[in-house]
């Protein structure tokens, strides 16, 4: 099994720094404390440092409204997915308890403010690539599947499509439910903001192993340099 970042991707986003931290046996359907602790703590701290800023103007969502823009999405109409967080926040909405796991990301993905997604593992290889005639994707909550357009940014497995336009929106068929045991957790960055995604995956890291007991099976990033990581 591999996370890759397809050649051609680099060719519009030479920038890309994706990291990825790769866990099994995740008891996931427990109430986990600690986690939530940690949520509501990493909640708290950014609602602190949004006070006056508007999510779609903080420093570390510019880069990736530009990264849209120069994609060809308008990040108006599609947020980026940080975006979307911080707006949450910026509105005093909070962060709702999903699953500890969920929890645990959406926690590293405010405290970092980075977009991060929490993906089942299965056996197949997973790479952000340009869509394809056949992939297929289905919406949170639907029950049909609709197509990408062909050339869209897009994390993959096979032809199944886990998000569509990058980073906006995830499909139902990389959700992660109480009984989802296994993970693979990219965090999404550029090569000039590696510090916080090398700590970013440094702390989900060592939070999988503090809160669940788990050590990660693998933890890497990918890049213009090294486009695949092999678990």
Known sequence: MSFRIDRAVFEQQPHLYIGAVVVKGVDNRTPNPSVKTFLDECVEQLTVAMKGVKAKEHPMVLPFRGAFNA???????????????????????????????VDLGNAISLKYVLPLGAHPLNEMDEEVRFARKGDVFRPFGATEDEEPDVGELIYATGNIVGTRRWIWRQSEYSKVEADTTDVFVPIDGFIFIRDKVDAAVEELANRFIEFFGVTPSA?????????????
């Open 71 to 101: 994609l060809g999405y308008n990040p108006n109409k599609f947020q980026p997915s940080i975006e979307a967080l911080a707006t949450r926040i910026e509105k005093g909405k909070g962060m709702p308890s999903i699953n500890p796991i």
């Open 219 to 231: 933890v890497g990033i990918v890049h213009i340099n090294n486009p695949e990581l092999v678990f």
